[in-house]
């Protein structure tokens, strides 16, 4: 496995390679310390100095151990998230994967000074004609005992949730009174949707404001939508 260096001060995490990774930046940890894992590294590059790339480094991503996902914040969703998808589904389909090990984002905690770590695990990414309110629809079934909760973020930074924009500094409060005085007694699920244009420092920001929207009576599903709004269709 490889040694990960952090470098506190510019927010960067170095390979053996000396390839740099620029981590997204937040003021809180959801875990601060993992042990027995494998890192990768997804790097940004430009090709011909125009057309953005991602570099996987992926060589010790041992399966019988937690991997630790460091990816350069400049990083647009629509090229992060398939080879997420990829990784995924190469250690769920691994014969060594051990039992409870853990997917995580990592991200730098600016107040802490610290590396920090957000789980994913769990997380089952639907891509570009997939969103939450369409999904809803087709499996009613499966969400009716739940208060449903569409979540948009914009690529433009505008939050929409179930057609209203809310500001950043209200969200957690508007989702809160909402949980507090409107369910009926019923489990609030937020559903994440995400415009594949938005960086990867974008998303970690905005996963970091649901979670912390979270409590008993509000949890974040399982399924993330990162959708290509010009294919969508009217909704």
Known sequence: MKKIVVIVALFSLFACSDKEVKLP??????????????????????????????????????????????IDKRLPLKLVIPEVIKLQDKKKGSSHAKE????????????????????????????????????????????????????????????IVDGFEVGRK??????KEFSDFSTDGKLVLLHLNFDKELTYGDYIKNKLLAWQAT?????????????DANQLPPM
């Not at 984002?105 to 600016?110: E, G, I, K, N």
């Not at 695990?121 to 809803?136: E, G, R, Y």
Request: net charge neutral.
């Open 25 to 70: 930046q937040a003021e809180l940890s959801v875990m601060k310390d993992i042990e027995d894992h494998s890192p990768i590294y997804m790097f940004f590059d430009l090709k011909d100095k125009k057309d953005t790339i991602v570099e996987v480094n992926k060589k010790n991503s041992i399966s019988s151990t937690n991997w630790v996902f460091n």
């Open 215 to 227: 409590n008993k009576k509000v949890e974040l599903s399982s399924f993330e939508f990162i959708y």
């Open 170 to 175: 209200e969200f957690v409060a508007f989702i």
């Open 100 to 159: 409870g090990s853990i997917n995580v984002f990592t991200y730098s905690d600016s107040i802490a000074k610290n590396l920090a770590f957000f789980p994913f695990t769990d997380v089952q990414f639907k891509m570009d004609k997939d969103f939450s309110k369409l999904f809803i629809k087709k499996n009613a079934q499966q969400y009716m005992n739940y208060h449903n909760f569409t979540v948009n973020f914009k690529k433009d930074n505008v939050i």
